[in-house]
């Protein structure tokens, strides 16, 4: 794992080519993270996954969060690991909602941030669940649709302001109270 | 903005090369769950293939948002139901990772022990059902009977045969019962001759070699691109496990080997899980061998119950039970991803906590999920009857999937 100031080396060599990717270093619990912007996240995998020296060319897992009530709300998570040192980095993208505040069709607006199944073929299936539960666009996707939801669902279950909500349970009791449930 | 829900269309062929487009599941004895395939056809060959998922999807993630962290375990065990106690490590694990909880050494190899076991059961599991689709029935008779034997010392350890619940945030919820022991060992002792009989039964099987050797083999680059984990990957002579590179449990003290393939066909896939399954009963001798003394569970009283002999004697002990039972425990806020060799591959755990009693997110890293993705590579240009051994082989878990 890189440590802290390693974390703040790679830092500075991403925002010397790129100037600005990488806003933020965390490093909690022995795991580093690098705070990316959303607009530049390809740029800054593309030098994880490229670059002498790190070769982080496995992506083991996407997937994104909801921060509600913190502002950016979304994050879209990529746990990258080089295999042969066994290391692993995080980079995470935060992203604002769109629809925040807004009303009418502008209400309906999604967050957005760049494909990266082009630099990771594995990515495909988790965007495409990122996109399912939390309405995060992926540009540039080559598929993206519902994966896991049915495909006429509306609404983006996985955010916080969702409700949990729940069907009400028929019992044999209560149908004389509810003529034609089963229609 | 884009238009997402249009199904972007997918390279055809010639309109003199006739397609048929058949529809495989999601009610397929064949898909091991259920997983519908939407297959295309040139005669008897596969030209693509879609999987589509999400038919048991039941919200596990979100409804894990909406409970105390001790009632989430029971809750993902559940995902993918042959390996739950790898469900559990992970999430237990990434909890005790927020709260930098140390679990004491015998819960480890305890976990270690039940983790193996569910290994050996999980891939009797595949292997069975593959060979059953195979048309090697008695096998999967044979594969279950074992099985079984795994279950009854989960039912003994833990009071459950399967979604035992067995893990804590912690440590174990109970040490082994009297007797555990000499039941374990004599299972330990005859699996390997149980091995020795499957590939018996297997090795030199003219059909089974048919079917399973050069079918579906996928180079081994186009796997690490695809994201795929565990067995499938070592197989293609990848030897890649996080047993030995995670650091994360009590591996390091055992001694085994991680089995590689040299193709990465069928035949390999099959290979590996049988010396995995060998190496499994090796690391659970190993664990039984040297299980340390001592508790079983932390002895931090803020996140572990108390001792029920406590309950009557002590108030502190019954505010905490009460306060634990009643609100569970809080988590600092932070967020961490916590993963585990599955016996299907890499499987992760990412909690968000927030500060409060329940988890902010709960993601699981299935192996069944992204290793899915290699399925396409495996099937076109082969036979549809190669198609049932390449998902047998493949090995997924629709409960894993979709969850």
Redesign the interface.
Known sequence: MPDAPGLELIRQQINERNADAVLDTTF????PALIADPGQVLAVLRWLRDEPGQQY?????L?A???LPAEPRFAV?Y?LLN?PR?E?V?VKALLGDPAAGENGAAAA??P?IDSCVEL???????ER?A?D?FGI?F?G???????????DYVGW??R?D?P?GGEPVLFTKDEPDSPGWYE | ??T??T??ERERLAPEQELLTINMGPHHPATHGVLRLVVELEGEVVRDLRPV??YV?T?I???C??KSYWKVIPFVERMDYLAYFFNMEAFCGAVE??L?LEIPPRATYLRVIHMELNRIHSHLVGLGTTALDLGAVSMFWYCFRERDRILDLFEMSSGQRMHTRYFQVGGVIEDIPRGFEAKLRSFLGEMPVRIDQYEALLDRNEIFLRRTRNVGVVPRQRL?????TGPLLRAAGEP?DLRK???SSAYSDFDFAIPVGTVGDGYDRYRVRIAEMRESVKIAAQALDGLPEGPHIADDRKVVLPPRSELSTSMEALIHHFKLVTEGFRVPP????Y?IEGPKG?L?C?V?ADGSAKP??V?F?DPS??N??AFRDMCVGGYVADLIQNLGMLDPNLGGI??
């Open positions: 909690e619990h022995d795991q060319r496995f992506l083991s897992s997937h969060a909801d921060y998570h746990e295999m066994v692993r995080r607006a999604l957005e990771f073929p594995t990515a495909e299936f988790q669940e996109y539960f666009v540009r996707h080559p598929d993206l649709r519902r994966i896991l939801m049915p495909e279950p996985q916080r969702f949990i | 903005m884009s997402p829900e199904t972007v998922m999400g999807h919200g993630e979100k409804n948002e909406d990772r927020l930098e690490l691109d695809l994201g795929v890649w590179a995670g650091g932070g967020e961490v991803y993963s890499e992760g990412f968000l902010a997110r993601h890293r999920f992204v899915l993705q979709d969850r």
